[in-house]
């Protein structure tokens, strides 16, 4: 299957509104979304609208405080947003203040913290969310193994989380969101906490996995660098509230090199809009190369 974001569509399209792309191929779809914690507060997100298609790796870009983090609670059932429609595989999840269904299509989370269970070894904190995610028993030891091993960590199966390094950690993590084989994986700056090196490395093996898989990854990162190197499309936020600027695809071929000339090219075009767009060039004492 090609992955070269050129597939997805021809135009960027603010928000992804554009109407040429048939319904059914979109996983996520928000249309006007608006959230706040609190009614004396602006909100993070408002009149938020964006839409994703199945397959794709979208990378939502926005600065520290934006909304991100809360994007992705809204999505996974955490956060029901005042206004706007949310709909997830076809399945709508809200609609005007209210939740419509508990039954939302599966969803894999990966946060900057991997979140293991201590006292439990890898093999059974990737079981918790099998059983979670209702995997009949008898599947569980082909789909850890599997999952494991596409992960670079089959070996580890059987070591207790404290024994691992971060980026093992992570990869246990990703593979516990993997193996469930969800509707929708979901990742909140999962390479930030890492040393540069590590960081590399998991993101070239994150794009190998999510060729063999065809899953949906919905990626949220701060990093311009990371989000042009592993999107099909980099979805850039404002600084607040939180709304999508617009879609930029990310037309270079797979598999990317991290060092690509080209890429650091789209990266620098990027930079320069984006510190215009969230409004580092108000002074113009800050002209320049920040
Ligand atoms: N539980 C909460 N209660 C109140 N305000 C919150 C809560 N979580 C986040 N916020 C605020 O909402 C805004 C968006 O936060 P967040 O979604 O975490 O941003 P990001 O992930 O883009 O850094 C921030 O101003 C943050 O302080
Ligand atoms: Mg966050």
């Known amino acids: 299957m090609s992955r070269d974001a050129g597939a997805l569509g ?54 520290s405080g934006c909304g991100k983090s809360t994007l992705l609670g809204i999505l996974s ?6 206004r706007g429609r949310v709909t997830v595989d076809g399945t709508l999840l809200y609609e005007e203040g209210r939740r419509v269904t508990r039954e939302a299509p599966a969803m894999g989370y990966v946060f900057q913290d991997p979140r ?21 028993q008898s599947e ?10 596409m992960c670079g960590i089959g070996r580890l199966a059987g070591s207790w989380p404290g024994n691992l390094s971060g980026g093992q950690r992570q990869r246990v993590a990703i593979t516990r969101a993997l193996a ?45 660098r990371e989000a042009v190197y592993l999107g099909d499309n ?11 600027l617009e879609r930029r695809p990310i037309g270079v071929p797979r598999p990317r090199a991290y060092e690509d000339p080209h890429l650091t090219e ?21 002209k320049g190369s920040p």
């Open 180 to 224: 469930i084989e969800p509707t929708l994986v979901l990742m909140d700056e999962p390479f930030s906490t890492l040393d540069e090196v590590t960081a590399r490395f998991l993101r070239r093996e994150l794009l190998e996995v999510w060729e063999r898989t065809g899953q949906t990854i919905v990626f949220v990162t701060h990093s311009i």
């Open 10 to 63: 021809p135009e960027p399209r603010p928000g992804g509104t554009g109407a040429a792309v048939p319904t059914s191929t979109r996983v996520v779809e928000i249309d006007g979304l608006t959230f706040g914690y609190a009614e004396t507060e602006q909100p993070p997100l408002d009149g938020f609208t964006l839409s994703i298609e199945r397959g794709e790796f979208a990378c939502i870009l926005g600065p």
């Open 266 to 286: 789209i990266e620098a075009d990027m930079v320069d809009w984006v510190l215009r767009q969230w409004g580092f060039y108000e002074d113009p004492g800050r």
């Open 140 to 149: 569980w030891d082909e789909r850890v193994q599997r999952y494991l091993d």
């Open 116 to 136: 293991l269970l201590p006292w439990r070894k890898v093999r059974q904190n990737v079981e918790l969310a099998l059983r979670a995610a209702r995997v009949p």
């Open 77 to 82: 059932g955490l956060f029901t947003p005042q």
């Open 234 to 244: 980099v979805y850039v936020m404002t600084a607040g509230p939180g709304k999508v």
